[in-house]
Every structure is written in C-alpha cells, then in structure tokens.
C-alpha cells in the first residue's frame, strides 16, 4: 500500500526528477484521507518550497521517482493560489521558476 505525500521542493530538485534520478524532500503527510486534510497538508507543503510534488510512495522516508509523482502545484502568477501541473507537464513547471 502507497503513501500520498506532499514534499516541497526546489528548481534543482525538479531537474534531477525530470533527467528520471530519484530525490530525497522533506515531506508532509495528511492527517487522514479526508480531502480537507490533505488540503492543508499541501498548503503546510507550499510554505516550505516554491513548488509542491505530489507522489505515491511506499514510505513516507523512501525517495520520489518521476514515476511517483502525481502532480504538481505552484503560485504560477503570484496570485497565492497554487495550480496544478501534471506530472508530464515537469518541463513547464521548471520554466515557470526560472522565471
């Protein structure tokens, strides 16, 4: 059974998951399954780090592949609402930083 958790990360971070190398991130784990919950966990995420990586994993510890990740989400225009990005979308979401 997979764990869902929300890990802040960074440009860098992003590039590694991108060239298919696994990262290790701090994560944020819901406090159950109720989708209020997990919303705040992504927001607790978002604090951290300019972008939020979504994944599946078996551990809360184990390192997120790009094949773990089920979204991402960022303040894309400064609005303070987060946007959601699918996995596919990585090289988008690296441009929208170096910005």
């Known amino acids: 059974m997979s764990e869902r958790v929300y890990a802040p990360a960074g440009i860098d971070d992003l590039r590694e998951l991108a060239a298919d190398r696994p990262v290790t991130l701090q994560v944020v784990q819901a406090a159950s399954a109720d989708e209020e919950d997990e919303y705040e966990a992504l927001l607790a995420a978002a604090e ?11 551990t809360a510890a184990a390192p997120i592949r790009r094949e773990d990740v089920q979204s991402f989400h960022l303040d894309a225009d400064g609005s303070g609402d987060l946007a959601w990005y699918a996995p596919q979308e990585i090289d ?8």
């Open 92 to 99: 988008q979401v690296i441009e929208l930083l170096q910005r």
């Open 48 to 58: 951290l780090g300019p972008v939020v990586v979504t994944a599946e994993v078996d």
